[in-house]
């Protein structure tokens, strides 16, 4: 069942989450060396939103540790490379193994 976003992000850390979805599809438009549409645009901000519902609501992930995974996620989900949560314990920022 998808969560309602706001219920997973606090008002307060809407605008930190924001960015890092919008720097995970920055991040997927320079390694696919084209131009970004506001289609695709769209498309890859809704695949983030998808990942932070699963990583936060289902997962229990903090917001800074979903932030440094997204443009991997992100990758793979655009690849339709299959991606496993990193299952670590002990996590640390910009730690992205």
């Given at each position: 069942m998808?969560?309602?976003?706001l ?5 307060d850390e809407?605008a ?5 979805i919008?720097r995970?599809?920055?991040l997927?438009?320079?390694?696919d060396?084209?131009?970004p ?22 997962l ?5 540790r979903?932030?440094d ?5 992100l990758r793979?989900?655009?690849d339709?490379v299959?991606w496993k ?7 640390v ?5």
């Open positions: 998808s969560r309602v976003f219920d997973l992000v606090g008002q809407v930190r989450v924001a960015l890092g919008e995970a599809v920055a997927s438009f320079v390694a060396r084209s131009r549409t506001s289609d695709e645009v769209r498309r890859r901000f809704r695949i983030c939103e998808e990942l932070v519902r699963q990583l936060r609501g289902d229990g992930w903090g917001l800074q979903i932030v995974h997204l443009p991997h996620y793979c989900e655009l339709g299959p949560p990193d299952a670590r314990v002990v996590w920022p910009e730690d992205n193994r």
